[in-house]
Nanobody, 120 residues
Framework: QVQLVESGGGLVQPGGSLRLSCTASGSIFSVNAMGWYRQAPGKQRESVATITNNGSTNYSDFVRGRFTISRDGAKFTIYFQMNSLKLEDTALYSC??????????????WGQGTQVTVSS
């Protein structure tokens, strides 16, 4: 079983910054990719950013240039620096990991999420 622990959410004013982190632990043999999704009230969950095991990154258009995803591969940890936050960035941000377990089955796991609220 794999657990994801997220931290770093909170309340921030428009234009402010937050840094999220997520650490995966458990029966992980290797990580293929980790990333963040978000879901705002009344909206569908959407992908925000992904980082692969070789460090390649991908961002959704609505955060590119403002948010940066990075990783510490040795610790199965990713970080998410969010700058120039906007009101519309308010959402529950959930971390996910796509990995191979110790039987070489490819799986996904999700965290509980951390709330980011942008408000004046």
């Amino acid at each position: 079983q794999v657990q994801l622990v997220e931290s770093g959410g909170g309340l921030v004013q428009p234009g402010g910054s937050l840094r999220l982190s997520c650490t995966a632990s458990g029966s992980i043999f290797s990580v293929n990719a980790m990333g963040w999704y978000r879901q705002a009230p009344g909206k569908q969950r959407e992908s925000v950013a992904t980082i692969t095991n070789n460090g390649s990154t991908n961002y959704s258009d609505f955060v590119r240039g403002r948010f940066t995803i990075s990783r510490d591969g040795a610790k199965f940890t990713i970080y998410f620096q969010m700058n120039s936050l906007k009101l519309e960035d308010t959402a529950l941000y959930s971390c996910y990991v796509n990995y191979y377990d110790d039987t070489w089955i490819r799986r996904d796991a999700w965290g509980q999420g951390t709330q980011v609220t942008v408000s004046s």
